[in-house]
């Protein structure tokens, strides 16, 4: 599908497998297209499970294989040529281009959707919203040892937290999520603090988000960080807290606005990651990219908890989509 132009019919399906191999949808006996292959981000594992589905259902001789785990996975393995798709919740790295290069990967990065960085705890906790100078001081390098929410004060200042017992739970290293945390969350006071970007030694690692919703249940006063597509289906088990850029500003929640005006200072984008010069060879893959960036993909961005590209985000990537397929 080419976007402000003509028109070509999408039909095809997929039959979706996830990390374990376990199928989604139904292929037939003998499939016309070869498998094709996407990895990479635990937060976008809704929306291209549902995206798959969704043209699984139109013709049943085209499928993917859909292996999750974290975005820098999904990108090795896409520079690797061993998938033809990445799912990414973050830009990709100087050296993760160069590592396309070097394997004459040709990388183009479309965002599809939206999405926030959110910051939840124990439902008991009386803190409701927090500044990044905060976050920093309650997750970010200095903060090491420190045990209770109010000792974050003497780094972050005014307003008091709490005097209550702290630990603070993440996503795996490779994770988008935790990198654009650490980057947006934390970076801008290291900056003025003259300290490395980077997570306090003694935070706790956990394998997915919903991983992270238990470990904050089982705390009083945890500190979790997690994207907002999968808390928004925690409904109220959790606290999602709000967030502003400073002291001086107003407490925003993650909402679509919000992400998209930055009132709300942990947004980022979801991204497909795919070969310029060879997406064209792959009929599944390219017609599922081209999905995701039509009216009916943008509703199912919102119906998997994600938030939809606004009309200028979403025009841009339908016009960067273009120039790689025609």
Known sequence: MRFGGTTTRMGFGLATALALGVLL???????????????????MLPLLSVSSGMLAEQEQDARIRLDTSTSADGIALFCD?????AASSRSMSDREKKQCKDSDR??????VANDAIVVV???SNPVACLSTDQLYGL?????????????????SGAPALPEQPLKVLVPPSGSGTLQLFVSTGLGP??????TDPKLRNDAVSVESNELVRSAVLSEPAGLG???VSSAKSWKDSVRILQLRSDSSAECADPTESNVASGAYPLG???????????????????????????AEGQKAVAETGALPLDPSQLKESQRLWNTVIE
Not at 81 to 85: I, T
Not at 106 to 111: D, L, M, R, T, Y
Not at 139 to 155: C, I, V
């Open 189 to 194: 006071t290291a900056e003025v603090r003259e």
């Open 225 to 227: 960080v997690a994207a």
């Open 106 to 111: 040709s990388p183009v990065e479309i965002p």
């Open 139 to 155: 997750a970010g390098p200095e903060s090491t040892g420190f045990d209770s929410w109010a000792d974050a004060n003497s780094l």
């Open 25 to 43: 949808g139904s292929c037939s006996a003998d499939p016309v297209r070869p498998e094709s292959r996407a990895a990479g981000s635990e937060t």
């Open 268 to 294: 980022r984008s979801l991204s497909v990651i795919v070969d310029r010069r060879t997406v064209e060879q792959d009929q599944t893959i390219s017609d599922l990219v081209s999905l995701l960036l039509s």
């Open 121 to 123: 705890t124990n439902p």
């Open 81 to 85: 040529g061993l998938v033809e798709m």
